[in-house]
């Protein structure tokens, strides 16, 4: 059974970093991503990358703020968030894609067949 566990959630001042790591149990996938979920709103897509090959797909909010990368070796994927902005709290989503997702983008959620269990994170003012 394929496991994705998700780490590194926590409180942070607005302006601060943090570095979330996702720990997979499999490494047969063709892409991983970061999906974000706020209270009472739909899981959204954050950034997203393929295990093999260079291309990585990030949200329009994140752009320039956010990392995706991934150790395959260590089957871990990471998310390093810097210049965080003040928000509520999100549950951050590790997603693993064992099919090739729909091309030109990664960034569908339907693409996307095994999720973690989320690691909250919280952005004070």
């Given amino acids: 059974q394929v496991q994705l ?3 590194g959630g926590g409180l942070v001042q607005a302006g601060g970093s943090l570095r979330l790591s996702c720990t997979a149990s499999s490494r047969a996938f063709v892409a ?3 999906f974000r979920q706020a209270p009472g709103k ?3 897509f954050v950034a997203a990358i393929e295990v093999i ?4 797909e990030y949200a329009d909010s994140v752009k320039g703020r956010f990392t995706i990368s991934r150790d395959n070796a260590e089957n871990k994927l990471f998310l390093q968030m810097n210049t965080l902005k003040p928000e509520a709290k999100n ?3 590790c997603a693993a894609a064992s099919t090739t997702p729909t ?3 990664l960034s569908l959620r ?3 067949d095994y999720w973690g269990q989320g690691t909250q994170r919280t952005v004070s003012s």
């Avoid at 090959?53 to 990585?56: D, F, K, L, R």
């Fill in 5 to 7: 566990v998700e780490s």
């Fill in 32 to 34: 991983m991503a970061w």
């Fill in 42 to 44: 739909e899981r959204e």
């Fill in 53 to 56: 090959g260079p291309v990585t």
């Fill in 91 to 93: 549950v951050y989503y």
């Fill in 103 to 105: 091309a030109p983008t």
């Fill in 110 to 112: 339907s693409d996307y």
